[in-house]
């Protein structure tokens, strides 16, 4: 089935670095998403792409839909203690599939900020 | 406003039992989805609703599973005869027609 793979699976920074963290796929999609996911919560949309090559920001993060649709990135500027948390990328609306509602997510990235 | 809430939050059952999870979407959501998310995984997409229509169940693993919106509104997803590999934390979704997919906390299942 689809996969996507996400990476580092895991980042330890101090506060104040940048982060960046991607995501690749062997299909395209038509959306490509990214959640953050806290201790006991669902995933929270913080960005999503819809055309390819879109670049675009929300406060310190921004997060570009590549070029051939079959990837994304994010990046996290001067990261604080509170982006603590799981990043996934995910995609929708794959080209090839019906199903629109599906979302195929990567396998997260964990990110630890020491103050 | 209230967002999509789940229940039961933590289900433990003896292997071979049915469980039934509940998924109340946020009011005004057309479209419902099921995910189930290992430890340590993503999210992996399970089935999906527009209103009462059940459009994508592909993800479904086996007849065991399955999931019904009945009215529209609440969805539940029945598991039959549970297996081990079944424990896994069990997430809903619901969004506006092609909106985005709002979660909700889960149900933790664990078959022992």
């Known amino acids: 089935g689809q996969q996507l793979n996400q990476s580092p699976q895991s980042m330890f920074i101090q506060e104040g670095e940048d982060v960046s963290m991607n995501c690749t796929s062997s299909?395209?999609?038509?959306?490509w998403l990214w959640y953050k996911q806290d201790p006991g919560e669902g995933p929270v949309l913080l960005i999503a792409l819809y055309k390819a090559g879109e670049l675009t920001s929300n406060g310190r993060l921004t997060a570009q839909f590549g070029i051939t649709r079959k990837d994304s990135f994010l990046n996290i500027s001067a990261s604080i203690p509170s982006d603590v948390g799981i990043y996934f990328c995910?995609?929708?609306?794959?080209?090839?599939?019906?199903?629109?509602?599906?979302?195929?997510f990567g396998q997260g990235t964990i990110l630890t900020v020491h103050p | 406003g209230a967002g999509v809430s789940q229940s039961p939050r933590y289900k433990v059952t003896k292997r071979g039992q049915d469980v039934a999870l509940r998924c109340d979407p946020i009011?005004?959501?057309?479209?419902l989805y099921w995910y189930r998310q290992a430890l340590g995984q993503g999210p992996e997409f399970l089935t999906y609703?527009?209103?009462?229509?059940?459009?994508?169940k592909s993800g479904l693993p086996n007849d065991r599973f399955s999931a019904e919106r009945p009215e529209g509104s609440i969805s539940t997803l029945t598991i039959q005869r549970t297996e081990q590999r079944d424990s896994a934390m069990y997430r809903c979704a619901s969004s506006l027609p092609q909106g985005e997919q709002y979660f909700g906390p889960g149900t933790r299942l664990t078959v022992t």
């Open positions: 609703f527009n209103y009462e229509a059940q459009q994508d």
């Open positions: 299909s395209i999609f038509n959306t």
């Open positions: 995910a995609g929708q609306g794959y080209a090839g599939g019906t199903s629109y509602g599906k979302l195929t």
């Open positions: 009011s005004g959501h057309v479209s």
